[in-house]
């Protein structure tokens, strides 16, 4: 602990952001890092808790508090302080395969489980975390270690993702040969073409990509197993196999006016931007564009918020965004006490955007849609929106949110982005490995493990787990890694 007042004299400092108005000009990453010396000062902060509930990844209520990967939070946040910052990366490196991409796009659970946020504010460890893995690429710290030894072992990984990334990382490091199997044209996944680029840069990707190379990681890219790929050819040809391929089926919305065009799925609409982004910088054209028109984007979360940020850099007149739930409150109540998960009022960065930009926040809460209304050229032309409220199933027992009779009114809509979530696993893949699924469309593993009913075969992150966050799928990576290698060798030392 560097400053033990440190929590009393200092308060919370975040990166400052680059305005609304102008960082939707451009498709760049818009927090300004903190200069080191204010990362020292947020580290001072650190309490050096008896019980660090910021590194715990435990579940409380359902909700996870603290970091799954259960980094050594008050270790570097001191390193940070006394300006250690070699040791400080070695310490985040044990725990973390990929903090540049966590740093970036983590919701943070360490900093809601802080103690130093039961009475003040968190201390800000991402922040933190940020200026540890940039300055360990300055300084030249994440250079490739590549393995000494071999094992003569081979490993297939499909996916690319944040878990077929990590467990490829780890197996590497214990010396077996690994080969990342990607379907699409570029590596990364969800990172890359799930994520938008004022999230997360795709250089950094690249970044840490060609340092995995340099470490004997070997990349296949337009190989889509089940598909121009044979599953059997890859059981053949490697000792173990790792499935990572993601929660991959978008939920739909099933109701009349569904079939007109200009209704996309989210993923589709962000993967599309993303990859003419890269690919021309938006000049071939090939992306679904909502330039001049009115959108309506289906959900809530992370990827409902990602298209409202995305449909205003392309020029939307118009953007309104339907949550099926009721607004959560400001500040946390009394039910939802620290250190659970804050179920708190959260505006991202696409809300605020939208409210400089049209003047208004675009959530319109405990709302869906009944029926879209299609135009002679077969084009959505109009939402019809009904208001929910929640009620009690007489059968089961359960409160559900049902339809308020009389409340269904209509709103112009040009682009409909329906980004309602991921039902799992996709069913070309899973049947061409022949592993079970359960009732969440999910590939099947006894609880806490990772091996699925054919032999060889191990699944990980939101394949295994269903949708989830980045953080998540390394820990599943990470463990799934471990189950292999001592499947493999016996006995395991990650």
């Not at 001049?292 to 939307?316: E, P, W, Y």
């Not at 959530?363 to 009690?392: D, H, M, P």
């Not at 990980?460 to 471990?482: F, K, N, P, T, Y």
Request: charged share 25%; glycine share 8%; aromatic share 8%.
């Amino acid at each position: 602990m560097g400053k033990p007042t440190g929590f009393m004299d200092y308060k919370r400092e975040t990166s400052e952001v680059v305005k609304p108005k102008v960082r939707i000009k451009n498709f760049n990453e818009f927090h300004i890092p903190l200069s080191k010396e204010k990362q020292q000062i947020q580290g001072a902060r650190c309490m050096a808790c008896g019980v660090p509930f910021c590194q715990s990844g435990m579940t409380l209520m359902g909700m996870t508090t603290g970091c799954p990967l259960n980094n050594l939070i008050p270790e570097w946040n001191d390193l940070v302080y006394t300006d250690n910052l070699g040791q400080a990366y070695n310490r985040l490196a044990k725990t973390n395969n990929f903090p540049e991409f966590t740093a970036r796009v983590c919701p943070a659970l360490c900093e809601a489980a802080c103690t130093c946020g039961l009475n003040d504010e968190p201390v800000s460890v991402k922040e933190n975390e940020y200026g540890i893995i940039e300055s360990a690429y300055e300084k030249g710290y994440a250079k490739a270690n590549p393995p000494r030894v071999r094992t003569g072992k081979k490993v297939a990984v499909i996916g690319s993702g944040p878990a077929g990334l990590a467990a490829a990382d780890q197996l590497n490091r214990r010396g077996h040969q690994i080969t990342v199997f990607e379907r699409n044209d570029r590596i990364g996944g969800l990172l890359m073409y799930g994520i938008p680029n004022m999230k997360l840069e795709k250089h950094i990707i690249d970044r840490k990509i060609d340092i995995m190379k340099e470490e004997g990681i070997e990349f296949v890219v337009n190989a889509d197993i089940g598909g121009n790929y044979k599953a059997n050819k890859i059981l053949k040809d490697y000792d173990r196999v790792i499935l990572a391929c993601g929660a991959s089926n978008p939920r739909d919305i099933k109701v009349s006016g569904r079939e007109a065009k200009g209704i996309y799925f989210a993923v589709d609409f962000l993967k599309a931007t993303t990859k003419s982004l890269l690919d021309s910088e938006l000049k071939d054209g090939n992306y679904i564009t909502t330039k001049d028109k009115k959108v309506l984007v289906i959900g809530g979360g992370d990827t409902g918020n990602d298209c409202v940020g995305t449909s205003i850099r392309h020029g939307a007149v118009s953007v309104i965004q339907l949550e099926m739930m009721p607004k959560l409150p400001d500040s946390r109540a009394e039910l939802n006490p620290w250190p659970q998960w804050p179920k708190v009022c959260k505006t991202d960065y696409g809300q605020e955007e939208a409210i400089a930009v049209f003047g208004q926040d675009p959530r319109i809460y405990q709302s869906t849609v009944k029926e879209f209304v299609v135009n002679e050229a077969g084009c959505v032309c109009q939402a019809k929106i009904v208001k929910l409220e929640w009620k009690k199933d007489e059968a089961t027992g359960r409160m559900n949110m049902a339809e308020i009779e009389g409340s269904e009114y209509t709103i112009d809509v040009d682009i409909v982005l329906i980004a309602a979530g991921f039902m799992g696993s996709q069913e070309y893949v899973t049947k061409a490995f022949g592993v079970d699924v359960n009732e969440r469309t999910n590939v099947a593993t006894e609880n806490e493990k990772y091996k699925t009913n054919v032999d060889n075969v191990f699944t990980a992150g939101d394949m295994h787990r269903g949708q989830s966050l980045v953080v998540w799928a390394i820990r599943e990576g990470r463990e799934a890694a471990r189950e292999v290698d001592c499947d493999l060798m016996g006995y395991t030392n990650l």
